[in-house]
């Protein structure tokens, strides 16, 4: 998810007017425990990367 050098990783899916983020998630260790995402939260980040411009989703996974 923090490797810049692969152009976003697979939670970037889009680039247009900013950048919008899909962050799967869970109780704490769920990925090293090889369990599926219980939360979804999507994240439209402005050009600069500083700024949140909107909430879209936050809940359980679509």
Partial sequence: MYNTSAG??????S???GFTFVIPGGSPGWQEMDQT??????????DDGRTVLA?????SPR
């Fill in 8 to 13: 976003g990783g697979v939670c970037l899916v």
């Fill in 15 to 17: 680039s247009d007017g």
């Fill in 37 to 46: 995402p219980t939360v979804e939260t999507e994240l439209k980040i402005s």
């Fill in 55 to 59: 909430e879209i989703y936050n809940g």
